[in-house]
């Protein structure tokens, strides 16, 4: 299992993807891309799936598994911790 | 504007250097025939990355080089050299010794990276922190005018370059631009063409983007899973009919009509319906005097990526479609899976291959297919495919940064006037735009310190932009640029203020022409940084698309809702002329009704580094060479009355190799301007200062110094002057000093 505290991935994505708000201003659910969003877009998502296997050892190879998992926040903190470990392969 | 028989251009000569072949008939032989130049790529390490393969070029020989010369070429002119040379050979202008017949040719080319290999050299070392020879060679060298320069020393001409950095559609952009500069009538014979050489740096950029197949290019294939990319060098030799004609020359064919336009949509993506792909190809047929019926062969830009091809294919069917269906007849074929998406040079090699099908009867085929994308599924070229009975071709490219360009080429008919050929292209330096709005970002006035990557770089006096102050400020929060280099906020902010006074003008009919240096080179130095800190596995999507030069240029044009034209332009200082020769030839066709010229330059450490380790700095420093940044702007439209503030004349041009021969360019430069004008000194700090007093006029004046920012101060100094024609109501005379090589000059006027 993989536990990671939501102000981890908050910081995450602030940082990678270069938004211009603060970290604390994300909610677990609010949804990261399409209308009402955060405003993220396809190259962010590129971006987040190099930083999470960065830092987390977690590869994330299935354009569909990156859909699913980068709705949120809270969808992706809920993923990582269904993943078994650094280095796990999807 | 139209091809009557007056303002014909014509195509008399073509080479090029690809994976299929060291020259373009071997090239397309293997091309037609179907083979692919599809193999591991061994140039550089590709251990990190996801794909592994490319198609490559062997380099060609080039026997009447020493081997001095040739170890001073980047692998860039290594590929564009020998094809220049078949270029301007089949065309019959080299001499017995190979040199060209006609000492001034002006030159439009394009490429994306220009000599990056050596660039990437410089900073894997300044971030090692190693030193050592070759530091200096590798700086100097990188440059895409560093190409120029080789093709003028070995091939024999001089004149103005002009170096198009449009990303994917830049080849095309380039040929268009030469077309432009003979249909206006300021030259009659341009060398145009395109050349990139495959490095590590970009390899990268698009496998971290996983725009790369993984397994092989399909284009337009429903299952396809991006693109292969490839190095080439194409060049054509563009004429006007009767430059041709009274050289009796063999004529291939005319270039007939030439479209350009931006998609906003997103940095990456194209729009999915295509819309400004249909409006270029559209633009470039009505200006060709035919029909959509008339194209028999389209060259599709067809990278192999699902979004590029899906939208390509809706922009077809717009197009082309009869009752819902793209009829038959329009044979349509992407040659990308044979020799890869050779950015930069995509645009020419791809427009020899629709001249070479119309030519020949043969065409290329859309290699990889299995199932195709149902929009093109009758239209794809199988191999061993010929139709001999077609009138025009057409090109197609869609670039990053929503550049998207079409060229159509017709039969040649003959029919027009004989000209004169003489030895000498001909030059005609008298444009009337006028200036209706200006902007500025400079830096504070008090210089900061920065230090190089290097240790032994040292750190040292700058003047920097205070992005912390507005507008700046402000314009970090637009969405658009949030990933985007400080360029692009000197840009945006220098463009506004130009637009200021001109509230209602159309959007819709505004073009814009950037030109810089060294471009976005924080975001440059920090992909790279990431690659040898972190691994080539690990490389940053957000960041590498800031690193293409036409990014910023695009990011402005989408956040003002700028919906012309818009190219990014590549030089030393003196490309600043140059691109306002762009605009005021866009402004001339009625292709735009307002054009924005940007020049800008940005400050990094590895700029510190590049500076330090060229001797421009102090200890070793002995001008006043202090680098600088920011951005000015200048608003153009076609002059109305002589009571405006215009721009009457200018000279972007010629070039000299060392910088003792820069005296004698600049003389030869301002030898068609009057003498009896305020003539400006710009360089009083620099090199050129001491060549400057040697000049001949009969009043000067000092313009202020605001650090030296390249294309930016360029910029800055015809804000300047303008000005002061303004203010005195005189006329004004500007020289400009590359500083690598390039001297250009204006003439401002007001009545």
């Known amino acids: ?90 | 504007m139209s091809s009557t028989s007056t303002n014909r251009i014509v195509v008399t000569g073509f080479g090029a250097v690809t994976p299929l072949g060291l020259d373009f008939p071997t090239t397309w032989q293997r091309i037609v025939a179907g083979d692919d130049a599809a193999a591991p790529v061994t140039a550089f390490d590709v251990t990190g990355c996801r794909c592994k393969q490319a198609a490559t070029c062997s380099l060609p020989d080039l026997p009447s080089l020493t081997p001095k010369q040739l170890s001073r070429l980047s692998r860039a002119s290594r590929l564009a050299l020998p094809a220049a040379r078949e270029a301007l050979a089949e065309a019959q202008l080299l001499d017995d010794h190979g040199r060209s017949r006609l000492s001034q040719l002006a030159i439009s080319v394009s490429t994306t990276g220009g000599g990056m290999a050596l660039g990437e050299q410089f900073l894997r070392a300044m971030l090692l922190q190693q030193r050592g020879a070759g530091q200096f060679f590798r700086v100097a060298r990188y440059q895409a005018q560093n190409q120029v320069h080789d093709l003028q020393q070995h091939l024999g001409f001089r004149g103005p370059m002009t170096i198009v950095a449009n990303a994917c559609a830049s080849g095309a952009n380039a040929i268009g631009h030469g077309a432009d500069l003979i249909r206006s009538g300021a030259r009659d014979c341009v060398l145009v063409g395109g050349y990139e050489a495959l490095t590590e740096l970009i390899y990268v950029g698009f496998d971290c983007l996983q725009a790369m197949s993984p397994d092989r290019c399909r284009p337009f294939d429903v299952a396809r899973n991006g693109l292969m990319l490839g190095e080439a060098a194409a060049f054509v030799v563009l004429e006007s009919e009767p430059h041709a004609r009274a050289r009796g020359a063999r004529i291939h064919c005319e270039l007939a009509g030439y479209g350009h336009g931006t998609d906003l949509h997103h940095l990456t993506q194209p729009h999915p319906s295509g819309a400004t792909a249909v409006a270029v190809i559209r633009q470039a047929i009505a200006e060709a005097c035919c029909g959509a019926a008339d194209i028999g062969y389209v060259n599709a830009h067809g990278t192999g990526t699902p979004l590029n091809d899906s939208s390509e294919g809706a922009a077809f069917a717009t197009v082309f479609g009869e009752d819902g269906a793209i009829p038959a007849r329009v044979r349509i074929s992407s040659t990308k899976a044979a020799i890869g998406h050779t950015l930069g040079a995509a645009g020419s090699i791809e427009a020899l291959f629709a001249m070479a099908a119309l030519q020949s009867g043969q065409l290329p085929p859309n290699l990889n297919v299995r199932q195709p994308e149902p929009m093109v599924a009758a239209n794809l070229v199988a191999v061993g495919e010929q139709r001999t009975d077609m009138r025009a071709t057409l090109t197609v490219n869609l670039g990053f940064g929503g550049s998207n360009a079409a060229v159509v080429f017709k039969r040649y008919e003959a029919g027009g006037v004989r000209g004169s050929a003489t030895s000498v292209s001909k030059r005609d330096d008298r444009v009337s735009v006028a200036i209706c709005g200006m902007g500025v970002v400079q830096p504070s006035e008090r210089p900061q310190r920065m230090k190089g990557l290097n240790e032994a770089s040292g750190e040292h006096a700058v003047l920097c932009v205070d992005r912390a102050r507005e507008p700046l400020a402000a314009l970090q929060n637009e969405a658009r640029v949030r990933r985007a280099s400080p360029i692009t906020l000197f840009m945006l902010a220098a463009a506004q203020q130009a637009l200021a006074s001109q509230p209602a003008l159309r959007r819709d009919r505004l073009g814009i022409v950037a030109a810089f240096n060294t471009g976005a080179v924080v975001a440059t130095r920090r992909f790279f940084e990431g690659i040898v800190k972190n691994g080539q596995r690990f490389a940053s999507p957000n960041v590498f698309p800031e690193t293409v030069f036409n990014s910023p240029t695009s990011h402005v044009a989408a956040v003002l809702g700028a919906a012309g034209p818009c190219y990014s332009l590549v030089g030393d200082d003196a490309v600043w002329v140059g691109a306002i020769h762009v605009a005021a030839t866009w402004l001339e066709n009625g292709l735009v009704e307002h054009a924005l010229v940007i020049g800008a330059e940005e400050l990094d450490p590895i700029a510190v580094d590049a500076y330090a380790q060229a001797g421009w700095l102090p200890p070793r420093g002995r001008t006043g060479f202090v680098p600088s940044e920011g951005a000015g702007a200048l608003l153009l439209r076609r002059a109305e009355s002589k009571n405006e503030l215009r721009i009457v004349q200018l000279t972007d041009g010629p070039t000299y190799r060392h910088r003792s021969e820069a005296l004698e360019a600049a003389k030869e430069c301002l030898a068609e301007f009057p003498t009896d004008v305020l003539q400006c000194r710009t360089a009083p700090h620099n090199w050129f200062g001491r060549y400057e007093e040697q000049l001949p006029c009969v009043k000067d004046v000092t313009l202020p110094y605001r650090g030296d920012a390249f294309v930016a101060s360029a910029a800055w100094s015809t804000i300047d002057a303008a000005e002061l024609a303004r203010r005195e109501r005189c006329r004004i005379l500007l020289p400009i000093w590359g500083l690598s090589g390039q001297c250009s000059a204006l003439l401002l006027a007001t009545e």
């Open chain 1, 1 to 90: 299992m993989v536990e990671i505290s939501l102000d981890e991935l908050k910081k995450l994505v602030v940082e990678n993807c270069v938004l211009k708000i603060k970290p604390e201003e994300i909610g677990e659910e609010t949804p990261l891309f399409g209308p009402g969003s955060v405003g993220l877009d396809s190259l962010d998502a590129l971006q987040l799936t190099v930083a999470i296997e960065q830092q987390f050892g977690i590869v994330i190879n299935d354009a569909q598994v990156a859909r699913q998992a980068l709705q949120s926040l809270g969808t992706l903190r809920r993923w990582l911790a269904q993943q078994s470990g650094p280095g796990v392969r999807q």
